[in-house]
């Protein structure tokens, strides 16, 4: 009969396992307290209380969904982000891709004729190509993340300038059906994107909290190594999450498109890093092994709610970068002395 071993005593194997403390143990009102989600969310809530005293027209539904409509792509990147920081790994390729799928998409309409329903498909397998690419040098050459990414932020960025010139620009005013996507309303209420990024989250959501995969990533995070002597495909994981990186940047630049009514090569500019920080104010660990989708959406719209709110109190537009680059150091310091007080 096998005898169970108590935690933190020596195992057959001659060494010593420890338990570390986990949050999870702990009573209700100490996981909210060190929940940096709870946090966010206060932050948002006392946002929308300042905003609708200083604002005009701040507190309405009109300006709640213009909100959401004005930020659909960015939310988009940062949900796709998600899982790829999860992991430990990072994707700065992201917006300039978009702004490369934005342009292909009007080469492919305008100048290949190709129906539009054809142009977005294969602008979507675009992005799944630039994502793959990203994947190839990152899990086959094991190259950094970091260093991979950058580079396609130039190669996708350059690409894009030189397929235009600079200066070519993809009207689409005159498709009122596609415009639609982007500009249009249900009921003549609702934005008609905002379906598109309720299901992607969804679908986010599914896969890195109720699946094998998700745990997986999260595996992968926390210790790639130990993943692989758990029997876990790190490399295929991995790869997986930066194609959907390069599907959703594709599905970003069709939505965009829409949203503007044309398609140019500055298109995305600056996005990623907005997406990353919303990923990181959310919660998710830069280092990798913890993050949530729930945590992502309340740190897009701390951002959307922050940009709004200056905006309709007057406020200089250059304050909301400042506040937003305070906002992520202080999330990355705060989740690191959350995660060390919690082990306690």
Known sequence: MSVATPPNSPSPLGYT???????????????????????LAVLLVAE??????????????ENALEVVRHNVELGLLALALTPVIVTGGIDLSVGSLLGLCAILFGKFYRDAHFPLWFAA???LGVGGLA????????????????????????????????????????????RAAFVFLGQG???GTIPAQIPVLVLVAIAFWLML?????????????????????????????????YILCGLISGLAA??????????????????????ITAVVLGGTSIFGGRGTILGTILGLFTIAVLENGLRLSDQPTELA???????????????????????R
Request: proline share 4%; net charge positive; hydrophobic share 50%.
């Open 121 to 123: 498909v294969c602008t």
């Open 131 to 174: 994502g793959g690419l990203n994947a190839l040098l990152i899990t086959a050459l094991r190259i950094p993340p970091l260093i991979v990414t950058l580079g396609t932020y130039s190669l996708f960025s350059g690409l894009a300038e030189g397929v235009t010139r600079g200066t070519d620009v993809f009207d689409f005013s005159e």
């Open 17 to 39: 396992p420890i338990r570390p403390a986990l949050l999870a143990d702990r009573p209700l009102w100490q996981r909210a307290l060190f929940n940096q989600q709870t946090v």
């Open 185 to 187: 309303y249900f009921f």
């Open 209 to 241: 909290h109720r699946t094998s995969m998700g745990r997986a990533l999260v595996a992968i995070g926390f210790a790639p190594d130990g993943a692989r002597y758990a029997g876990i495909p790190v490399e295929r994981r991995m790869g997986l999450v």
């Open 48 to 61: 929308i209380v300042v905003f609708s005293i200083i604002g005009t027209n701040f507190f309405t539904l």
């Open 321 to 343: 970068k400042i506040i937003g680059g305070v906002l992520l150091i202080v999330a990355i310091t705060g989740n690191q002395w959350l995660a060390k007080l919690s082990k």
């Open 254 to 275: 069709v939505i965009y498109v829409a949203h503007v009514g044309q398609a140019k090569a500055n298109a995305g500019t600056g996005y990623e890093l907005m997406a």
